[in-house]
T-cell receptor, first 114, second 113 residues
Framework: NAGVTQTPKFQVLKTGQSMTLQCAQDMNHNSMYWYRQDPGMGLRLIYYSASEGTTDKGEVPNGYNVSRLNKREFSLRLESAAPSQTSVYFC?????????????FGPGTRLLVL | QQQVKQSPQSLIVQKGGISIINCAYENTAFDYFPWYQQFPGKGPALLIAIRPDVSEKKEGRFTISFNKSAKQFSLHIMDSQPGDSATYFCAASRETSGSRLTFGEGTQLTVNP
């Protein structure tokens, strides 16, 4: 059981380039999330998917798009990267998307935009 | 606007001491308050959680104290160990928003041997 996996682990982009961050979970969870972590700001929700086929904006969605490819996979796309998107990105999943559920996090993707 | 505010930003404690991290929230609709622990280079992992119908929850050396009237909750780590050195995040959610979590800013805890 790998849990939540993320690729790549580290990426350097130039301003204006695009990329897709990949996330997969093998726990048969319905809900998946993308967060960004910045110093002094905690983790902020970018997008989430309550179930396969649905996605919703979180706290900081501007500049990002997501795709819930199937139950296992949830990708995050930066269409035109900006230095303000330099961050550590975490994907997470939870079983049913209910209030008291544990969220399981991946190891993160460190993104540097020059 | 940060709906969950966490302090201190960093904390240094001697081995065997008590570590205390505080959080305050604004939204009275929050009804679930977890703490996540994150080691360097890793993703956060659930440490302990509480609902507002109890004032305290203890799991081993870790205790959450909850004050509903003050809209505050805190994490106490008793007999702190160097292995507890990590970043700790408080969070809050409400049932009607599913398991969407609002996180505090994080506290970097260092426990010196």
């Amino acid at each position: 059981n790998a849990g939540v996996t993320q690729t790549p682990k580290f990426q350097v982009l130039k301003t204006g380039q695009s990329m897709t961050l990949q996330c997969a979970q093998d726990m048969n969870h319905n809900s998946m999330y993308w967060y960004r972590q910045d110093p002094g700001m905690g983790l902020r929700l970018i997008y989430y998917s309550a179930s396969e086929g649905t996605t919703d904006k979180g706290e900081v969605p501007n500049g990002y798009n997501v795709s819930r490819l199937n139950k296992r996979e949830f990708s995050l796309r930066l269409e035109s990267a900006a230095p303000s998107q330099t961050s550590v990105y975490f994907c997470a999943s939870s079983e049913q998307g209910r209030g008291e559920e544990t969220q399981y996090f991946g190891p993160g993707t460190r993104l540097l935009v020059l | 606007q940060q709906q969950v505010k966490q302090s201190p930003q960093s904390l240094i404690v001697q081995k065997g001491g008590i570590s205390i991290i505080n959080c305050a929230y604004e939204n009275t609709a929050f009804d679930y308050f977890p703490w996540y622990q994150q080691f360097p280079g890793k993703g956060p992992a659930l440490l302990i959680a509480i609902r507002p119908d109890v004032s305290e929850k203890k799991e081993g050396r870790f205790t959450i104290s909850f004050n509903k009237s003050a809209k505050q909750f805190s994490l106490h780590i008793m007999d702190s160990q160097p292995g507890d050195s990590a970043t700790y995040f408080c969070a809050a959610s409400r049932e009607t928003s599913g398991s969407r979590l609002t996180f505090g800013e994080g506290t970097q805890l260092t426990v010196n041997p």
